[in-house]
């Protein structure tokens, strides 16, 4: 039998990402039904944060927390959570399929981010592509029959991880990632922690099952969509990921009553066109500045725009 191609093994590990991370959505919005957003947040920190401090303790011990970069460790938990944050609520007032087809505009608020924080030229094309994507958003939001709030907060959202990654990816050129993940859950748990006093309910065991278990497929997602970007090229797997849409329609409406609209795919569809354009011309920048050794160049052209529409 022939060895499937990289690509291969990368969509299929995309796909499985794409079914956990809905999963997960689906979670989030059975639980925000009695639980408030901020709770569901602090717990998620917490069970995270229980993980991430012996994963960068292990080795090196407590030597391995020490920073000197606290400032961009903090920007990364501010945009983060305010991107998790907006994400999981707009994933409880509007329409699954809506929510996570919202999530993917982050590669668009990126190319003006990008410009802005590290003044990439995004060129003309690239112009025209990040307006097509919010000619998409447009259709799914149908601004002609009133905007619901969770629209503009799950956008703002996006736009909030366009600015996360701008940390991230400062903090990884120094900094392991079990240190990032460990700051970046230990500083949300302590943004966290006063509106979670205020607004708390004391979680049944249950509701504490299934906090559990979003932490488990969030988690689950993320590694998955980590081995895609490791195995196959961006412009390949990022589409299938796309699929989180009409899998979160169907959950949506089995599972929530909800009916999604033909809106809501042909501005997906729009999205997603603008997406693979982007990436495509980020791949062409890469490889006309290719970094020092062939190895470090496949690296960053794999690495150099995580995945859409992934909870971080």
């Known amino acids: 039998m022939r060895t499937p191609g990289p690509n291969v093994v990368g969509a299929l590990w995309m796909l499985g990402s794409a079914l956990v991370l809905t999963v997960q959505g689906s979670?989030?919005?059975?639980?925000?039904?009695?639980?408030?957003?901020?709770?569901?947040?602090?717990?998620r920190m917490a069970m995270i944060m229980s993980i991430a401090l012996p994963l960068a303790t292990w080795r090196v011990g407590?030597?391995?927390?020490?920073?000197?970069?606290?400032?961009a460790h903090v920007g990364r938990a501010v945009f983060g959570l305010g991107m998790m944050a907006s994400a999981f609520y707009a994933v409880t007032v509007l329409p699954l399929a809506d929510a996570t087809a919202l999530s993917f505009t982050r590669p668009i608020w990126s190319m003006v981010t990008?410009?802005?924080?590290?003044?990439?030229?995004?060129?003309?094309?690239?112009?025209?592509?990040?307006?097509t994507g919010f000619g998409g958003v447009l259709i799914i939001v149908q601004p002609q029959t009133g905007i619901h709030h969770g629209m503009i907060i799950a956008l703002a959202g996006a736009a909030s991880s366009s600015l996360a990654l701008v940390y991230i990816k400062s903090l990884t050129r120094t900094e392991p990632v079990a240190r990032i993940l460990l700051y970046f859950s230990a500083f949300c748990t302590a943004i966290l922690f006063v509106p979670a006093v205020l607004w708390w309910q004391t979680p049944t065991m249950e509701q504490l099952s299934w906090l559990a278990a979003m932490a488990v497929f969030g988690s689950l997602g993320q590694m998955m969509s980590s081995l895609a970007v490791?195995?196959?090229?961006m412009t390949v797997v990022t589409p299938i990921d796309f699929i989180r849409v009409p899998a979160a329609a169907f959950v949506g409406y089995m599972v929530f009553g909800e009916q999604p609209t033909w809106w809501t795919f042909l501005g997906t569809a729009i999205i997603l066109a603008a997406t693979v354009t982007i990436l495509q011309l980020r791949r062409h920048r890469t490889i006309a500045a290719p970094p020092v050794d062939a190895a470090s160049a496949t690296s960053v052209a794999k690495t150099s725009e995580p995945v859409p529409g992934a909870y971080r």
């Open 27 to 43: 979670i989030v919005k059975h639980l925000g039904h009695d639980l408030p957003v901020v709770m569901i947040l602090f717990l």
């Open 62 to 71: 407590f030597s391995g927390l020490r920073t000197r970069r606290l400032g």
């Open 114 to 131: 990008s410009y802005v924080a590290f003044g990439e030229v995004i060129g003309w094309l690239g112009g025209i592509a990040t307006m």
């Open 230 to 233: 490791k195995y196959g090229e």
